[in-house]
Each structure stands twice: as structure tokens, then as C-alpha cells.
């Protein structure tokens, strides 16, 4: 028996667009010599799709668009994922349609829904009976939503196939590899899981859908962040590439999440049909990266960069950001900040008073950010760009920014990225020649709000903030167990402290992309009113 | 068998304080004879902790506090809501703790864990085995956290117990009366609901503990929006209440809805140890009627009103707003906005160049918000104030309000009240006196961004927007089906239209006081991407 993984790029509730995919992919796949081809998990409506899982036009044009896909299903057959609606009882599974001879032949439901990271499927899903087996062409095949499967139902097939939506995030395929190959083992079967490829707002898929055999484990998988499609054959329990393989090594962990992030610029950029960004560049390091993935993500003539400098910018910082412009070739604007400045000083002096004016505090580094903001936001709104927002995880877990200053944007690049992870990326950015000025990568981290200031007046130098912020929020470890693998105290209940003073600025910031395992505002959901550390 | 109702306002994560209520409503409940004393779920740790309920160190703090409750029951018994972890096996339950003799006698758990709007269970809890019984003196009682009992457990019990967590929305209290007689009259036996007072971030809790009798219905209750204790008698199975009953006519709809926004906004604040708000004031009524109930909640005296008039703002505007803050005895300031305004024109001259400079489009009202925004902030940060958001659910839906403008704010007061209801509750405030400016509640509702302009301009007017955004949001209604009702058919697509595109706007406003089966980011739960109407 022949079949073809087909690993798409799905949109949201675009119907028109995902079931002529689907059916060209059926189409191609015949032409091909499949017997059977295989889709991933949702891929008729797109996922996650939240609250329209509510509406019933939704759920109608769900079930239009299934029975075309089983029309074309003629001389194929197909296996697609989809919300399912039980005619009798209205109910709304999570399923996996095994479409034959025109038509939709069995439905096989996910059984444990799924509500980790931005996943919802308790509110809109009910759990269904699980796996189920499907015969094709005499070989006997298990289709299953679930990460768990019950060994009776297992026995004797040829191979297990699982459709899936595993969103990325750098710790999670050597995870569903490692899983994969288990129950595979277990079971002595062959095992093939069709993953979605694109991102959906702050979700990237990374595709990677994969095929392992139960005797040497890894077997061959299709490309990551990209379309693919792909035939194999199956005899007996035994698995064949009728393609050449991929090779397993080709990406190094930075480059995967750079691949991921300019895929979640792109994706966000061509799904809500927008074309244009707007950075504003400070010549520091976080918005010479953002700059450098939009430049990838969009192309270079579809970005712009603002430089806002301030009276307390340094002279090199203006100079990097040009360089960087010049570099990838994008267009560049210098509107200095001081006469807006100046301006809400005089707007508020009267309110301040003489005492209140004299003392300069935050409030007047927050207005310098605020300026830049309204700046942005105004070119954004006469020219029809959208603001990438560039601050990193790092930042947003200290409160290290500006809310409506420099928190402000569409979309946040970087709001997963620590910071040790930015140096990372700007060092892979340069790795053939060098685009992002050395310099803005070399020198100390500053906001440039004030004379000589240092992020590390503020903060603990990030060498030390990262590895504790990934173990307090990725590891989800206590101030102890972190003190016990040797971190110190004093740095780390600092840490904590300043940490669980943030939660009403993320509940305002822009949606970040996601490719962490617990992304602020997805994974992590604080509450607003608690007594904290 | 003597039995008290122990309705209390908790801070999530503040064990020390609601151990200390625990423990004097059980010292006092003895003191007056009582044998049983009842608390609201989730108690002793205060609901919802969301992600704290990952944590070791929390759920330690749990433990320590349940042990020093159940050791405060020497001669009387408790029930009381908290999490409970089970020590073998490490899962997390929803549990109803009887204490007695000093101990934990009984853990009942939650079967069916809820994820309806805020509330998110299943993502923390595991589901529990349910209701069981206890004895208490020779009565048979029924403890449960769950909805739906099975039948054949509530057999032969004289009284029914149950733990709550129901958050205030303006439908939800007569669905859970209607839903407790149904209960009671088919097992023949009376229930007794304790449900938890206070707000917690944007989730009010309106108390309103319940009794209801089997035969004759609704019973007795405690207070709306109050911390509250009540004594009740139960001689197998007929109930009697030791102190006087309460009229159960006190509040209309719209008094409710008063009293749950002073509520939310006093808890905001006290809980968080906020103790002054900032509100910019338009002379319209929205602004006018935030103030209002930030007085109510906080004192005129913690209340600050800045008017930022614009070359646009109408004379009446700017008296209007006097008006307000001398009724209500709150102080104010005036800052015109023109010198900030004007200096961004200024600095974006040579951006916009010539052509895109004469065009006066919406970037120059964005502008002015922005302005405005700017100066509250600055405020804010160097007075110590906190921004009460003024915008409203009808302008949310439709997107029509600045992002970093007039949407700032830590939280928003009216961001799921629809703007009729706004209407509603102003001239409730003025009920017995003119408070609010008559003037403020009659004009035309107008931005005042640019000259002559008014909200219909862009919008439906609001007596026909309110009831369709009703029906889509709160009732889930299809465009087809609402025009069925009678509604005209390009009103409606248009309102969904404008509703699809306001998905990113939503994303950074700031959390709101939910009052509304489906307020924004809570109850609805849009794709950042999708294909929308």
C-alpha cells in the first residue's frame, strides 16, 4: 500500500483555501500512485480556531467543505482532520475523517483533549472514543488523535498513523520524537505522524511530520516550517521512502528558531492580508534582530525603520542603525524625539509644580518612550505600515519597558526570546557576513533613557537573569530548587520579586510569538489580583 | 442541628488573612451555637489562582493553612473549599474539606471541573469522584462542587450542601436559583449554596449564598456584594432561619450592576494596595460615570479628574466636567493638549512630506488620543495614581476607540458594559440627585476629535448597535438568525463586519471588570488570525 503525508499550511476558517489544497494535494497524490493520503489534525478548518468552533455558519461551512473533500475521494482514499458535529446530538468532537469511495467512510475522535499552551479543546471539543482501525488495500491501519494509545486496540495492525497539531517551541519536538518512537517500540508498528506546517498568530507549527519504524527508530520526516508532501510504501509492517530522506541534521537549534520566527512574521503578515513593517530601530540589539527577520520574513522593500533619538542617545547608537538599514537595504526615517519632549514637559508643568518638575524620576523617561510610540503609531496609521514590537522575554518578565512606549506594536517578535537567545540569533544573522553592526551586538545593553544608563542598573547582568528566568518560568522550579543548583539567593528572590509585579503590563502587551514552553499570556496565566512574592 | 453560612471576600495567594477569617467565622459560629460552619469553594486559597496552583511552594501554603483550620474545629465542624493534594499520587483536586474533631475527616472532590469564561479548571485540576455524604449530629448532608448530582447518592440525605464559585454577571444568578429549586424539588430536599464575595481582577463575586427549600422554593439568602454570616436550624429536613430574612426585591438589574463595578474597582485596588485613581475626563458620559463609581468605591478624595481639551472639545465639554467634579467634591485638572499635538505634527512634517501632511485623515485623531494618553500616564507615574480605563463594550466591539490612547488604563471599568446600559447607570447615579450632569447624559454621543463629528458618524446609533451586539455576543446568535428576529439585514452585516476586524485591538486593552455572560478576552476568545466576515 502506497500513501502520501501531505503537510500544509492551513488558514483559519478559509474554507475556499484549505479544501482546494487538500483536494489538489488528493489529486496530486492519485497521480502519484498513492493509495491513501494523510492530513493533519484540523487541517479542513485551520486550528486553533477558538470561539468560532462556537458558531454554527462556521460548523455548516466545516461540514460543506468535508463533503467535497470525500467527493474527490474517488479512486483514493484520505484521511483529514476535522471538526466533527454529530448530526443527532450536535455534539463537537475533535476528529479524523477516513474518506472512501466519495464519501466520508468513519470517524475516528480524539479521546484526551488538549489544553496546554495557547490549545483550548476542553471548552469547544468533546472527548470522543479514541482510536480506531481502518483497513486500505489489506493493510490494516490505526488512526488515532491521542498521544496515548490502549495496547488492545493496537494489536495486530500493520501501522499506526497519528494526526497532529504540535505546535514549536525549542524543547518540544525532542520530546514528541521520543514519544513517537516509544509507543512505536511498544507496540512493534510502524508509526506516522502528520503534523500542520504555518503559523496562526502567536502559535508556529513547524511541520516535521515524521515517520519512525518500530525496529530502528527514526526513519525519515518531511521539512520543517515549510510545506512538503512525500510518498512512502508500506508492506507487511515494512516502511519504504519512495523520496529521498532528509537529512535529520540540517538545522542547529538558533537556526530553528529563527526559522520559526520569520515564519511567524510571514504567516501573521500574509494570513490577515497585510504587507508593511515599522521598527523603530534604536541601533541596539532587539530591534536590529526584529529588523533582520522582517527583512527575511517580508523582504527588505517592505520594511522601514524609525530612528527616534533622544538627548540622551549615544552617537554610535543613531550610527548603528544606519549601518543596519543600510546593510539589508531597507528604508529609514530620523525624527528626533525632543520636540515632543519638550513639549509634555511644558504641557505639564503646572501639574507637577515647581517640586514635582524638578525631581526627575521615571515619568520622564516613560514620556521619551511614550513620544516614540505616538511617532510610530502615527506613520503606522498614515502609511498603512504595522509595528513590530521589539522587546524580549527577559525584558517583559522584569517589567523592563514602557507600556504604550516601547511595548507598543501589532505583534512581538521576541517577547519568547531571552535575551542570551537574541545574541544567539544576531550571531546566526551574521554567520556568513556581517549585517547587524558588531558594535550594537558588542556593547552593554541600554535603553538610553537617561545619561550613562545601563540595563544592568536595573537588572542582574542577563548571564546571570536568563538561566534563573528559564528555571523559574520553563522549569516552573521554586526560589529553593533553584538556590540548590547553585544559583544565589539573594538574586534569585530578587528575581521572583520583580517578577510577580508584571503581571498587569502583560496583560497589555502585544501577543508574542510562541516558541518557548511557556510563553507569557499563553503557557503562564498569572492572576491580576493575588498576594505575590 | 444548628448550621452557619460564612460568606467571605478572599485574596488569592493571601494565606495568612483568609486563614484568620476562616478561623474567627468558626470561633464565632461556635459562640453563637452553631454545630456546622460553611465556607464558598476554593476558600483557603482563593479562587482563581490560575498558574500559582502549578507551585509546590503554594500548594505547601495550602496544606499549612488546612491543617490549622481543621486543628480550629475542636467543637465545631467545618466544610470548607480549597485545592487538595492528594499525597500518594501528587494530582490536584477541587475539594470540599470536612474538618471535625480537629482534623481533616473527608475530602469531596469536584467531578465536573468548569471552563466557562474566566474560570479555568481543567487545565489545574484533576476531575474528583464528586459528591458524598457526612454526618453532623444525626443529619445526613450531601456535600458537593458539582452541577449535577446523580440521584441515587442524594438518597435519603436531609439537607444538600454546596461549595460555590459563581462569578456576578447580569444573567447568571437567575439561571443558578433556577438551576438549585430544580435540584431541590426533585430530590425532596433542601440545599444550601455558599457562593464566594469580592472581586478578583476582572471576575466579581456577588455572594448571594442561598437556602431553598424543597417545597417552598427560594428560602432565605445572604447579601449581594458583602461579606456576610447567617444562622439556620435544620430537624430532619425542614429548615428555619435564626435571624431575619432578607427581602429578596432589594436591587434591580441595574443596581446590581452599580453595586458590582464599585465592588470591582474597590477590590482592585485594595487587594493590589492601590489607594488612588486617575481619570481623563471628556465631559461625556462615560468618563462622568467611571468617575462616579470610583468615588463610590474609593472616596472623592482618592479621585483626581484631568479634562485635556483639544482644539475640537466643545466649551460645554469642558463645563461639563467641572460640573461632575464639584458635585462630586474630586479634585482636577486642566491640561490642553494643543502644545503636544502641535509638536508632533511638527516632528512628523518631514515624514509625511507635503502631500500626506494636508490630508487630514484619522492619524491626526489618533494623534490627540495619544496626546492625551501620554499626560495620564505621566501623571500616573509621577503622582502615584492609577488609570481607570473609560471605554465601553458597545465602542470595544466595534473597535471604534485608539489603541494607546484612550484605551489605556490598569483595568477598565465599563469595557463590558454596553453603552446603553451606561445610559442606565448614570441616571441611576442620579436617582436621588443630579450628580452626573444632566447635559453629559443627553447630548449626542461625540469623540470630539475632529470638529462637528459624533459617534453615529462611524457607528449605528447606539439604541440599534446595543441589541445586535447583544445578541451576537452574549446569546451567540448567526447573523441569519438575528435578522430573523426582526433586525435589518445590512445593520447586521455591517456590525459584524466592523466586529471581525477588532480582534488585535482586543488583544491589548486593558483586562475588564465582567459583568456580561461574554465580556471580551474572557467569554470570547477570537483567532489573532483567521478569515473573518
Known amino acids: 500500500m502506497n500513501f502520501a503525508i501531505s503537510q500544509l499550511n ?15 494535494a488528493i489529486q496530486s497524490a492519485h497521480a502519484q500512485g498513492a493509495d491513501l493520503v494523510l492530513f493533519s489534525e484540523l487541517a479542513v478548518s485551520g486550528a486553533p480556531a477558538l470561539d468560532l468552533l462556537k458558531s454554527s455558519v462556521f460548523l455548516n461551512q466545516v461540514d460543506e467543505a468535508v463533503q467535497e473533500i470525500a467527493r474527490s475521494c474517488k479512486n483514493i482514499d484520505c484521511i483529514v482532520g476535522a471538526p466533527y458535529r454529530d448530526s443527532s446530538s450536535g455534539q463537537v468532537y475533535n476528529g479524523a475523517l477516513f474518506c472512501s469511495q466519495g464519501k466520508v467512510e468513519r470517524v475516528i475522535s480524539k479521546r484526551e483533549l488538549n489544553d496546554q499552551g495557547l490549545i483550548h479543546e476542553t471548552p469547544y471539543f468533546v472527548s470522543g472514543s479514541g482510536a480506531d482501525q481502518i483497513e486500505v488495500k489489506g493493510s490494516r491501519v490505526l488512526i488515532t488523535l491521542d498521544d496515548v494509545l490502549e495496547n488492545e486496540i493496537a494489536d495486530s495492525v500493520d501501522l499506526i498513523i497519528s494526526l497532529r497539531n504540535s505546535p514549536f517551541s525549542y524543547t518540544e519536538y525532542d520530546q514528541r520524537m521520543e514519544r513517537i518512537k516509544a509507543v512505536s517500540q511498544q507496540l512493534a508498528t510502524g508509526m506516522v505522524e502528520v503534523n500542520q506546517v504555518g503559523a496562526q498568530g502567536q502559535l508556529i507549527f513547524d511541520g516535521r511530520s515524521v515517520v519512525v519504524n518500530s525496529t530502528e527508530g527514526y526513519f525519515d520526516k518531511l521539512k520543517a516550517f515549510q510545506e512538503d508532501f512525500k510518498l512512502f510504501r508500506l508492506e507487511g509492517k515494512s516502511l519504504q521512502s519512495l523520496q529521498p530522506k532528509i537529512d535529520t541534521e540540517k538545522y542547529t537549534e538558533t537556526a530553528l528558531l529563527y526559522e520559526a520566527l520569520v515564519l511567524g512574521i510571514r504567516d501573521y503578515f ?50 548603528d542603525a544606519e549601518d543596519l538599514a543600510n546593510n539589508f537595504g531597507f528604508e529609514y526615517e530620523i525624527v528626533p524625539i525632543k520636540g515632543g519632549y519638550d513639549a509634555f514637559i511644558e504641557m505639564l508643568n503646572p501639574v507637577f509644580g515647581t517640586e514635582d518638575s524638578a525631581e526627575v524620576d521615571l515619568t520622564e523617561q516613560n514620556i521619551q518612550a511614550r513620544v516614540r510610540a505616538v511617532v510610530l503609531m502615527a506613520i503606522s496609521n498614515k502609511q498603512g505600515y504595522v509595528v513590530l514590537n521589539t522587546s524580549n522575554k527577559s525584558e517583559a518578565a522584569m517589567g523592563y519597558g514602557t507600556l504604550y512606549g516601547d511595548l507598543v506594536g501589532a505583534i512581538s517578535v521576541l517577547g519568547d526570546v531571552y535575551k542570551t537567545q537574541v545574541f544567539e540569533l544576531s550571531r546566526y544573522v551574521n554567520r556568513n557576513q556581517q549585517l547587524i553592526p558588531e558594535h550594537a551586538i558588542n556593547k552593554a545593553p541600554s535603553a538610553e533613557l537617561k545619561p550613562g544608563q545601563k540595563d544592568s542598573d536595573s537588572l542582574p547582568v542577563y548571564e546571570i537573569l536568563d538561566p534563573i528566568l528559564y528555571l523559574l518560568i520553563e522549569k516552573n522550579l521554586s526560589t529553593s530548587q533553584i538556590v540548590e543548583l547553585g544559583h544565589d539567593k539573594n538574586e534569585v528572590e530578587r528575581i521572583v520579586r520583580m517578577m510577580s509585579r508584571v503581571g498587569f503590563k502583560l496583560f497589555q502587551t502585544p501577543p508574542a510569538l510562541r516558541v518557548s514552553p511557556r510563553a507569557f499570556g499563553s503557557g503562564l496565566n498569572l492572576p491580576l489580583v493575588a498576594k505575590l512574592a
Open 10 to 24: 492551513f488558514k483559519i476558517a478559509d474554507f475556499a483555501v484549505n479544501t482546494r489544497k487538500i483536494i489538489e
Open 270 to 319: 500574509d494570513k490577515n492580508g497585510l504587507k508593511k513593517a515599522l521598527i523603530g530601530l534604536s541601533g541596539g540589539i532587539d530591534s536590529s534582530l526584529v529588523a533582520a527577520l522582517a527583512c527575511e520574513a517580508l523582504g527588505a522593500e517592505n520594511v522601514k525603520g524609525i530612528l527616534m533619538p533622544s538627548m540622551y542617545s549615544t552617537g554610535h547608537s543613531v550610527k
